[in-house]
Nanobody, 111 residues
Framework: VRLVESGGGLVHPGGSLRLSCAAS????????MAWYRQAPGKQRELVAS???????NYADFVKGRFTISRDNAKRTVDLQMNSLKPEDTAVYYC??????WGQGTQVTVSS
């Protein structure tokens, strides 16, 4: 499977970004997808996940601010990030079936 993330960048605190991950090379619709992140000097951590049927799960630190969604026809999974905080700064990774990883996209929240 090939995963390609896009949508990262620099944003001010309180701002929004939308990350997108496009999958290819495998069946997409029947597998769970997830977003992880890794900040400098820290371990990679789960941000949000979504099952094949659309059930979602969020880390406590993003509940109410981030929304994960998927489009099985387009083979994409998105992460809408609102009310961003400096501590959200990290490289965000798309994950397929808790196995395969994208290359990551940098999100920097700074004034």
């Amino acid at each position: 499977v090939r995963l390609v993330e896009s949508g990262g960048g620099l944003v001010h605190p309180g701002g929004s970004l939308r990350l997108s991950c496009a999958a290819s090379g495998t069946v997409f619709s029947i597998y769970p997808m997830a977003w992880y992140r890794q900040a400098p000097g820290k371990q990679r951590e789960l941000v949000a996940s979504i099952t094949s049927s659309g059930s979602t799960n969020y880390a406590d630190f993003v509940k109410g601010r981030f929304t994960i969604s998927r489009d099985n026809a387009k083979r994409t999974v998105d992460l809408q990030m609102n009310s961003l905080k400096p501590e959200d700064t990290a490289v965000y990774y798309c994950n397929f079936n808790f196995e395969s990883w994208g290359q990551g996209t940098q999100v920097t929240v700074s004034s």
